[in-house]
């Protein structure tokens, strides 16, 4: 009913810039909380950010200062700027909302993931 798509990953070197997008599409009403996180094949899939209403944020001790998670709500889009990117940040980065939509004409929650957008940054 909810469909979430990421956009904005490539490659960059190090000390570059990225922005990714997280649109999410359907009958969605609300959304109540967006988060990004990011796997490799070394590691299971660790939070890096995520905001919830009154737009409070919570970072990754290994990203905070140097990313920015906000959101869109009259779009149901989130974002997340990288600066200053560096290696270990080279990963599948994956958007999860959690919200509400419509279907039938009744409220319903949600809480779906995005495919994925590569991220690579190089030494």
């Known amino acids: 009913q909810v469909q979430l798509v990421e956009s904005g990953g490539g490659l960059v070197q190090t000390g570059g810039s990225l922005k990714l997008s997280c649109a999410a599409s359907?009958?969605?009403?609300?959304?109540?909380?967006m988060a990004w996180y990011r796997q490799t094949p070394e590691k299971q899939r660790e939070l890096v950010a995520s905001?919830?209403?009154?737009?409070?944020?919570n970072y990754a001790d290994s990203v905070q200062g140097r990313f920015t998670i906000s959101r869109d709500s009259a779009n149901n889009t989130g974002y997340l700027q990288m600066n200053s990117l560096k290696p270990d940040d080279t990963a599948v980065y994956y958007c999860?909302?959690?919200?509400?939509?419509?279907?039938?004409?009744?409220?319903?929650?949600?809480?779906?993931w995005g495919q994925g957008t590569q991220v690579i940054v190089s030494s």
């Open positions: 359907g009958s969605v009403l609300s959304i109540n909380r």
């Open positions: 999860n909302a959690e919200g509400i939509y419509s279907n039938r004409g009744a409220y319903r929650r949600f809480d779906d």
């Open positions: 905001i919830i209403s009154g737009a409070r944020t």
